[in-house]
């Protein structure tokens, strides 16, 4: 038996493809990486998976016979934190999950199942987060845009609670680090690229691309936050561990005025 | 809309508004069956916090701060010299779409000052909740204010349309309202309350008939009580807090420390410190009350009155519960769990399912996240590394005391000094 490097395209049904190779070819030592993140890529022994959706399906259904629905879209979640080495973390979990005889969810103990259920709860956060902290501009084309930058991948998590929520209106949320965002067209979610010209500044409204009434109501909202604040209870300490200051640029009600 | 005038309006009524702490918008479900805007299902988001740390979650305003009455705790009272406002209901309707369309809040919180009559002034609040609902097919999240004194028709009306309605018991006692708020009725507060119980309670019944029964004020009520205005103990505070609870289904009751907004000789001065722990200490007791299954007269008593500022008040019971001590985590059941100064509902749970996989040691216990340095002295794990000195309750409190710094030393300092 030796060592293996797979390489696959980044996705998580790339990476699933991945577990069915190596239960496939019974293969130890694994190692994974995005092609993104590969290194040395000539010197090394390594091979290049193609996502194959029929064994990642596989794969998916098996884990979830095998554990809550709760718990394997935690390994969802831990997934597009991004960190490295997350595919063998969550190679090891799925491992164990397939060997043991009763259900290893909530088994805290484990090193792996704590660090699986830790990252994805990260991950969860994050998107929490973005969905209080979207702030949409209408545009001059009467969309509502916002951009973020999230720590993890988690427009796709977010996309079902926008849809709902703003049913009657058309949204584009773009994540700026990722290079990609979603766009709602009053009938479904679309996947989106977007090239912005290089005079646009993502954290200002510029009267070119945003409605009139853009400026007042972001100027009404600015001072509703400043009214509600009570002076004599400030706390910055706990406001800052509320809305870490990463953030701030794109929150209307923290601009400057 | 005048976006000028919008403005000026704005600041004057949410300045007006800000001292209401009920900001909860969870425990709702209504969900978007239209296509319409909006959805208030599960958990409630908070779109941004204030300087102050409090959760910016709902568009909180008066419709206005004009009032024909006078009460002495309120910065609305008619004898404050104060700038007056009022929005049109067009206005707050235009301000709650537009600004949850751009998804800074889940949704409104109105309430208002009485201006003409109690029935005038919810006729008005009922209209713009009304107004949401039917012509803009709002589907967030709303909570009214139901003034004191209101018809029982405009009340019925308002649960149709709104998710919460809560009605400010503001003074703890009978004799304190009395002396602070003169123009004001306790029954006028109490009746409400009764109403909207009735009403839930009806509307349940006929849903188990009707599948399409309108839901009635879905996330329930609740109350808000001023602390440290006139002066109730703790005991009175819990009791009647418990009472609400317990006789009107309430969901929450809110404590909101006094902030001091008035030079009347009845209330404490401007200047006087808000009493932010004591506060805290209350929610805590309330907690323990509604999730931790502990009786109110557990914590606070005719002969423990007050709660103990410089501990929680789960381990202050503790400490006077010694003998209920150590707990076995491997065998001890959810009760008895759930009473270790230290351990949170979370990790009880997680002590639960973990221990099913194996015995659990400190090791373990730590990983899952219970905080060690209090719960060690009343616990028994997996381990033969145990507080084996028979530690009196005073050595207990400093030994923790002297390992843990609190987010309220400061405060505590100073409020300490008081009774110093
Ligand atoms: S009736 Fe309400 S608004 Fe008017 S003074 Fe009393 S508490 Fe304030």
């Given at each position: 038996?030796?060592?293996?490097?797979?390489?696959?395209?980044?996705?998580?049904?790339?990476?699933?493809?991945?577990?069915?190779?190596?239960?496939?070819?019974?293969?130890?030592?694994?190692?994974?990486?995005?092609?993104?993140?590969?290194?040395?890529?000539?010197?090394?022994?390594?091979?290049?998976?193609?996502?194959?959706?029929?064994?990642?399906?596989?794969?998916?259904?098996?884990?979830?016979?095998?554990?809550?629905?709760?718990?394997?879209?935690?390994?969802?979640?831990?997934?597009?934190?991004?960190?490295?080495?997350?595919?063998?973390?969550?190679?090891?979990?799925?491992?164990?999950?397939?060997?043991?005889?009763?259900?290893?969810?909530?088994?805290?103990?484990?090193?792996?199942?704590?660090?699986?259920?830790?990252?994805?709860?990260?991950?969860?956060?994050?998107?929490?987060?973005?969905e209080a902290f979207v702030r949409f501009k209408l545009t001059k084309d009467q969309i509502y845009f916002a951009?973020?930058?999230?720590?993890?991948?988690?427009?796709?998590?977010i996309?079902?609670h926008f849809k709902s929520r703003y049913a009657d209106q058309k949204w584009i949320i773009?994540?700026?680090?990722?290079?990609?965002?979603l766009y709602y067209d009053l009938?479904?979610?679309?996947?989106?690229?977007?090239?912005?010209?290089?005079?646009?500044?993502?954290?200002?409204t510029?009267?070119?691309?945003f409605s009139d009434e853009e400026f007042e109501f972001q100027k009404l909202w600015q001072?509703y936050?400043?009214?509600?604040?009570?002076?004599?209870?400030?706390?910055?300490?706990?406001?800052?561990?509320?809305?870490?200051?990463?953030?701030?640029?794109?929150l209307s009600e923290?601009?400057?005025? | 809309m005048?976006f000028?005038?919008t403005?000026?309006?704005?600041?004057?009524?949410?300045?007006?508004?800000?001292?209401?702490?009920?900001?909860?918008?969870?425990?709702?479900?209504?969900?978007n069956?239209n296509k319409g805007l909006g959805d208030a299902?599960?958990?409630?988001i908070?779109h941004s916090?204030?300087?102050?740390?409090?959760?910016v979650s709902l568009l909180?305003?008066?419709?206005?701060?004009?009032?024909?009455?006078?009460?002495?705790?309120?910065?609305?009272?008619?004898?404050?010299?104060?700038?007056?406002?009022?929005?049109?209901?067009q206005e707050v309707v235009d301000l709650t779409m537009n600004f949850y369309r751009r998804n800074y809040i889940e949704g409104l919180?109105?309430?208002?000052?009485?201006?003409?009559?109690?029935?005038?002034?919810?006729?008005?609040?009922?209209?713009?909740?009304?107004k949401l609902r039917?012509e803009e097919n709002f589907n967030g999240y709303i909570?009214?204010?139901?003034?004191?004194?209101?018809?029982?028709?405009?009340?019925?009306?308002?649960?149709?349309?709104?998710?919460?309605?809560?009605?400010?018991?503001?003074?703890?006692?009978?004799?304190?309202?009395?002396?602070?708020?003169?123009?004001?009725?306790?029954?006028?507060?109490?009746?409400?309350?009764?109403?909207?119980?009735?009403?839930?309670?009806?509307?349940?019944?006929?849903?188990?008939?009707?599948?399409?029964?309108?839901?009635?004020?879905?996330?329930?009520?609740?109350?808000?009580?001023?602390?440290?205005?006139?002066?109730?103990?703790?005991?009175?505070?819990?009791?009647?807090?418990?009472?609400?609870?317990?006789?009107?289904?309430?969901?929450?009751?809110?404590?909101?420390?006094?902030?001091?907004?008035?030079?009347?000789?009845?209330?404490?001065?401007?200047?006087?410190?808000?009493?932010?722990?004591?506060?805290?200490?209350?929610?805590?007791?309330?907690?323990?009350?509604?999730?931790?299954?502990?009786?109110?007269?557990?914590?606070?008593?005719?002969?423990?009155?007050?709660?103990?500022?410089?501990?929680?008040?789960?381990?202050?019971?503790?400490?006077?519960?010694?003998?209920?001590?150590?707990?076995?985590?491997?065998?001890?059941?959810?009760?008895?769990?759930?009473?270790?100064?230290?351990?949170?509902?979370?990790?009880?749970?997680?002590?639960?399912?973990?221990?099913?996989?194996?015995?659990?040691?400190?090791?373990?216990?730590?990983?899952?996240?219970?905080?060690?340095?209090?719960?060690?002295?009343?616990?028994?794990?997996?381990?033969?590394?145990?507080?084996?000195?028979?530690?009196?309750?005073?050595?207990?409190?400093?030994?923790?005391?002297?390992?843990?710094?609190?987010?309220?030393?400061?405060?505590?300092?100073?409020?300490?000094?008081?009774?110093?």
């Amino acid at each position: 038996m030796r060592a293996s490097n797979l390489i696959y395209d980044g996705t998580f049904d790339g990476f699933l493809t991945c577990v069915f190779n190596v239960y496939e070819y019974k293969l130890e030592d694994v190692a994974i990486q995005k092609e993104t993140a590969v290194q040395n890529l000539l010197f090394s022994d390594s091979e290049t998976i193609i996502t194959d959706t029929n064994k990642a399906d596989r794969v998916w259904i098996g884990l979830k016979t095998k554990l809550s629905k709760a718990s394997s879209f935690k390994v969802y979640y831990a997934f597009l934190s991004e960190k490295e080495d997350i595919e063998v973390l969550l190679l090891d979990f799925i491992k164990y999950a397939f060997k043991s005889a009763v259900p290893i969810d909530k088994d805290y103990a484990n090193p792996t199942v704590l660090k699986v259920s830790q990252i994805s709860k990260m991950v969860g956060r994050e998107k929490h987060r973005m969905e209080a902290f979207v702030r949409f501009k209408l545009t001059k084309d009467q969309i509502y845009f916002a951009n973020i930058e999230p720590d993890f991948n988690v427009l796709p998590l977010i996309s079902k609670h926008f849809k709902s929520r703003y049913a009657d209106q058309k949204w584009i949320i773009y994540d700026l680090k990722r290079h990609y965002g979603l766009y709602y067209d009053l009938q479904k979610v679309e996947i989106i690229n977007l090239n912005f010209s290089d005079d646009f500044d993502p954290t200002k409204t510029s009267a070119e691309y945003f409605s009139d009434e853009e400026f007042e109501f972001q100027k009404l909202w600015q001072h509703y936050f400043k009214s509600t604040n009570i002076e004599s209870r400030k706390n910055m300490n706990l406001h800052i561990r509320h809305v870490p200051k990463r953030y701030w640029k794109y929150l209307s009600e923290k601009q400057p005025n | 809309m005048s976006f000028e005038r919008t403005q000026e309006k704005l600041k004057i009524l949410a300045d007006a508004a800000k001292y209401d702490v009920s900001c909860s918008s969870s425990g709702s479900n209504r969900k978007n069956t239209n296509k319409g805007l909006g959805d208030a299902t599960g958990m409630g988001i908070c779109h941004s916090y204030t300087e102050d740390g409090r959760c910016v979650s709902l568009l909180k305003i008066l419709l206005t701060n004009h009032c024909i009455f006078d009460c002495a705790y309120c910065v609305t009272r008619k004898s404050n010299d104060i700038k007056r406002a009022a929005f049109k209901v067009q206005e707050v309707v235009d301000l709650t779409m537009n600004f949850y369309r751009r998804n800074y809040i889940e949704g409104l919180f109105l309430s208002s000052g009485i201006f003409k009559s109690a029935d005038y002034t919810m006729e008005r609040l009922v209209g713009v909740a009304k107004k949401l609902r039917l012509e803009e097919n709002f589907n967030g999240y709303i909570h009214l204010k139901s003034i004191p004194g209101a018809s029982d028709e405009l009340m019925r009306e308002a649960g149709l349309y709104a998710d919460r309605l809560s009605v400010n018991i503001e003074i703890p006692t009978k004799s304190g309202l009395k002396l602070l708020a003169p123009d004001k009725n306790h029954d006028d507060f109490i009746k409400p309350m009764v109403k909207v119980k009735n009403e839930i309670i009806q509307y349940k019944a006929e849903k188990k008939i009707i599948r399409s029964t309108p839901k009635y004020a879905p996330a329930g009520q609740s109350t808000q009580m001023i602390i440290g205005a006139s002066g109730e103990n703790d005991f009175q505070i819990m009791q009647t807090s418990n009472h609400f609870y317990k006789n009107y289904n309430l969901k929450r009751v809110y404590y909101s420390g006094y902030v001091p907004i008035s030079y009347d000789s009845r209330l404490p001065q401007i200047g006087t410190e808000v009493p932010m722990l004591r506060e805290n200490r209350l929610y805590q007791t309330d907690w323990l009350m509604r999730f931790y299954g502990f009786d109110v007269n557990e914590i606070l008593n005719a002969n423990h009155q007050h709660l103990d500022l410089d501990i929680d008040p789960k381990l202050s019971w503790a400490l006077r519960n010694l003998h209920c001590f150590p707990v076995d985590v491997n065998k001890a059941d959810k009760r008895m769990l759930a009473r270790i100064p230290g351990l949170g509902m979370k990790s009880v749970s997680k002590i639960i399912y973990a221990r099913r996989y194996r015995k659990l040691n400190w090791e373990h216990l730590k990983k899952i996240g219970v905080a060690l340095n209090r719960a060690r002295y009343f616990m028994i794990c997996d381990s033969n590394d145990f507080e084996r000195r028979d530690l009196t309750a005073s050595q207990i409190k400093n030994f923790i005391l002297q390992n843990s710094t609190s987010k309220y030393t400061k405060t505590l300092s100073n409020q300490l000094n008081l009774f110093g």
